[in-house]
């Protein structure tokens, strides 16, 4: 592609506490969430000492410090999530323990502003000496956690702690003072959280410098002495104004290209912009699978070389593919283009959502395209970042729905919802989204401006869809009535309360077939319905042997909606080459039934194309 | 493709007499035919002399011969066409004329039986010397005329002359008598619907003696003359068990085929099924417009070298594509494999449909894939095979509608009709097919055994189509309910009165890509839906040049019908590389109205791939 300057649109987000998610395909989940995953989240976390960790930092209980250095995060992270679900919907008891967890966290803060449980405990001369000990990281998933408590409760405590903490990163680093290198990244989005909620500058110019210290050979800790790894590994090769390639730990690179993006929307400069449209056709171009999986590699958790995308033994951290969500979203905020939503939607109906088990309560750390029947979830990790991700995402889900930009507003997810934005004109508008999406590409949408005005809503056009009808106001949109842009339909018309869209987007089965230069896909066909990938499991087909199957060119999918099963499922149907059924189910669904094997991307028969077209 | 032994079904062809078409899309163009098509095909015979020609050689009317000595053909195909058009709905006046014309063409007979009004009256001495003359085209027409008009009005005269002349031919050719290549196949498949009329095994015998002289140098006349041409222009390089390649003149081809095809389907013969399967899979594979066409060259107007396919200079003879369904339909009938009823359905609504203008009394000769502006349909031609051609194809298309099978009943063409079958077991069945085909997907398909009984439904899958949901007797096909066998859906049941299938085929906006080897068609992309293969005309982009425009890669269109426009056709928007809005319309209705450019294949704007896959 030719490196072309994007326009920057610096759209609005529009926060998940302004959308009501109805939707039959979401709800459940966001049930299970609150019932089974947060409550579970909590048990491990109480469980595994992680908890406990902050009260003996705090003195507060005797004790060394048990589990891995970052493990801190986990419990920041759960408190996050639930935040989001207590924005939602209140819940005292859960509110109560939050609280008290906080006032432990609170307690293990140094008179510094220090915070760092295993450090305080275990090794207070090591503090800041190691650049991979994640002591940033777990800072940065403390803001997090208390930006959401702070607006979801108006309880400024933690958001106290963190500024604190924040303030004694930006007392010892930045210029003149003390270099770092942050091993892990995520405290660089953090801090412009932070920035957006207490307006402090020197937060968000502390992330850019933050940013701005890699590439210069700086780092100094585990990563850099390990040669196996070496400074690629956190993306501390390049400056990364010059970023040309996705390299490294997934989601390090996600959570940097994140705060880049971050940096973008909010200062415009053009040479992250150049460096973040070369990264990401990178990654997506030549080094993302189907589901939106990104990083192939156990060995570094992350990427190895171009098109390298093995399935068996795709690693596909769960953590990667909601990175690539924060990453994707800002981009499409900053830039405006369907595109980076498309990724988003890629990953939640995908990559995403295949990290948890429809019981809420069993996790996979990987999310590989084939198995020959070994791969199964858990209810917890020594590592368990992704459980903790998951925990956090999916109740702030309804963010990614919507987004304000300069003459109107955006849809970029597909759910049943309800919406209050706030135009860049000052206009207020309620939405009403009705749909069946992903199983049906029915959309209505009823709008109600505060009062009849002129603006524009941009309806998100699939990348997998083709075709599509549309209506506005009653009438169907004749002539060039709604054309595309930048991946969206347009309408800009005078909208008056109550009037109604329909967009029908053809969802026709898609067999997708990989570039050539993808070996391991060689030969082989994925089947995708609308924004979901499908695959095949044993348990559907039994007595079939892994692999010892193909299926013809041209195959044809009968597509049936399967209220029972799965939670509710569209299964497609096709043959073998020798005519035996193949049921298709929704790779997010695989490994909640019996073990067995499963794969993505299925063997073609071989057959030269029937026409000279 | 393995060259197979396909299994012979030898499934029974339902007349259109016993179907009844009450569709929005074919109902117009069948009342155009009878309004205005036939009677100007009549006016055009009497005014060039071609019926007059008859008068003159039956010594009824004084004067020379006038035009083409193949125009008697022409006059017979107007019968044809008329006899259709009689068997849906009488016409006293339409009759009379018919057999006004029949007096004249009885008169013109000779005493031994031979008719061809050129040689009995400009050169008795050069009958059967030149075996290009088309002496036994004509009298294929002649008998297929014969048959229709039997079949529609029960009067006998005409079937009688094409008899005596089938006797006639009998009595000079065959085996002891004298050899015959005919230069121009017709009367091969023309002698085998004779035999089944009047059961005269001699008739397919002679059919079979005919097909049997080709490739073996018994070939005398102008084509074997030329060197430019020699025997390949009408397929007598070889025997024709021996046929591995589609070769020369394509409407001669084609109708060899189907002659050949007319045989295995009676006899099973294997080594013309052979013959037919190698040489099927050459022309659809290697040397077929998506439109359907064949034939690039003008030359030859036929066929040159493999995957020669240019669209500007394409001659695509809409006669050719007429013999193409011929051909597909008895292939499908003799093979039971929906891949043949695709290709017709393909031929229906593009390169056959192509040839006539939405008032009827225009035709293409030629149906090229792009035109700068200098191609239009016109009123007449000197050779009128296609116009006369059309006025036979379009009265008769309720017969491809349906199939009896060994175990039940096809469904080939999705057309609104109503139909009554006889099946294999005797047992009568009533079918009322609803659809608004070829525009949505929907078709609903009601069955009226006389009695309740248990058989087969096969509903064709059309290979445009990948995913598809079905009802069947009220309820959702579950499991692994229907799959697919041949091209078809298979719903063997205990089928009762009243009894109602669902079948809703998605119908996305497909873009095809010819194969790398198609020089003309590299670097374009071409617009699909359903069966309907798109086109851009400059009308409908004012101020635009020719070719100075290309299509995004992913490029999504928009899909409106408008019923006021062209007869009601479904246009599909999308917009160029500099969002410029483009109106796709159905190739079918193009130079319908102003003058200028056309293109089938848009250039695509070249970009890599987004993602890995």
Chains 1, 2 share one sequence.
Request: hydrophobic content about 40%; glycine content about 10%; overall charge negative.
């Amino acid at each position: 592609m030719a490196e072309q300057q994007a326009k920057i649109h610096a759209w609005q987000g529009v926060s998940f506490t302004g959308v009501t998610i109805n939707d039959e395909f979401w709800l459940p989940r966001l049930k299970v969430l609150r019932q089974t995953m947060l409550p579970d989240c909590l048990s491990k976390c109480e469980e595994t000492g992680r908890i406990k960790n902050f009260a003996k930092a705090g003195g507060l209980l005797e004790g060394h410090y048990e589990g891995k250095y970052y493990n801190d995060s986990d419990v920041y992270k759960v408190l996050e999530g639930i935040a989001y679900a207590l924005m939602s919907e209140r819940d005292a008891r859960l509110e109560a323990e939050a609280d008290r967890i906080i006032g432990l966290i609170a307690a293990a803060q140094e008179e510094d502003g220090y915070l760092c449980a295993y450090f305080t405990l275990e090794n207070p001369e090591g503090k800041w000496t190691d650049m991979e000990k994640h002591e940033m990281y777990n800072g940065g998933h403390l803001i997090e956690a208390a930006v959401a408590y702070y607006e979801a409760t108006g309880k400024r405590e933690l958001l106290e702690v963190a500024c604190r903490l924040a303030d004694h990163v930006d007392g010892v680093f930045g210029p003149g003072k003390r270099h770092w290198v942050e091993g892990h990244q995520e405290i660089e989005l953090a801090l412009v959280k932070l920035y957006r909620v207490t307006r402090a500058e020197r937060y968000w110019k502390l992330a850019l410098w933050l940013l701005e210290e890699r590439g210069h050979g700086h780092g100094v800790g585990a990563i850099w002495d390990n040669p196996e790894w070496g400074p690629a590994y956190c993306q501390d090769d390049v400056p990364v104004r010059e970023i040309k390639q996705v390299t490294g730990h997934a989601v390090r690179a996600m959570y940097l290209y994140t705060a880049m993006t971050d940096i973008v929307h909010a200062s415009g400069d053009s040479a992250y912009a150049e460096a973040l449209h070369r990264v990401w056709t990178h990654t997506v171009e030549r080094n993302m699978y189907i589901t939106g999986g990104i990083g192939p590699s156990r060995h570094n958790e992350g990427f190895t070389s171009d098109y390298d995308l093995p399935n068996e033994t795709a690693y596909c951290e769960t953590c990667a593919a909601i990175a690539m969500v924060f990453w994707n979203h800002r981009m499409n905020l900053t830039f405006g283009d369907g595109k980076y939503a498309d990724v988003v939607e890629r990953e939640m109906y995908n990559g995403v959502l295949s990290g948890i088990s429809l019981s809420g309560d069993q996790y996979f750390y990987e999310n590989p395209l084939a198995s020959q029947g070994g791969h199964h979830r858990v209810p917890w990790f020594e590592t368990s970042c992704c459980p903790t991700n998951l925990a956090r995402f999916l109740p702030s889900l309804g963010q990614y729905a919507y987004a304000v930009t300069e003459d109107g507003l955006a849809v970029n997810q597909y759910m049943n919802s309800e919406a209050e934005l706030v135009l860049a004109s000052g206009l207020g508008v309620r939405l009403k989204l009705s749909t069946r999406y992903p199983w049906k590409g029915r959309i209505e949408l009823e709008v109600n401006p505060a009062a009849s005005a002129e603006f524009s809503i941009r309806l998100r056009m699939p990348e997998w869809c083709r075709g599509y009808r549309l209506e506005a106001g009653g009438a169907r949109i004749g002539g060039a009535g709604a054309l595309t842009d930048q991946g969206y339909l347009v309408l800009s018309r005078h909208w008056s309360p109550g009037d109604k869209v329909v967009l029908e987007l053809d969802m026709p089965v898609n067999i997708v077939r990989a570039k050539p230069e993808v070996e391991a896909d060689r030969g082989r066909v994925a089947v995708q319905r609308g924004p979901v990938v499908y695959c095949l499991e044993q348990t559907d087909h039994p007595g079939w042997s892994y692999d010892a199957f193909s299926i013809p060119a041209g195959a044809t999918f009968r597509v049936e909606h399967l209220p029972e099963l799965l939670g509710g499922v569209t299964v497609l149907w096709s043959q073998d080459e020798d005519g035996r059924p193949l049921r298709f189910i929704p790779y997010y669904a695989w490994d909640n039934r019996e073990p067995g094997f499963m794969q993505v991307w299925i063997r073609e028969r071989e057959e030269s194309g029937l026409y000279s077209f």
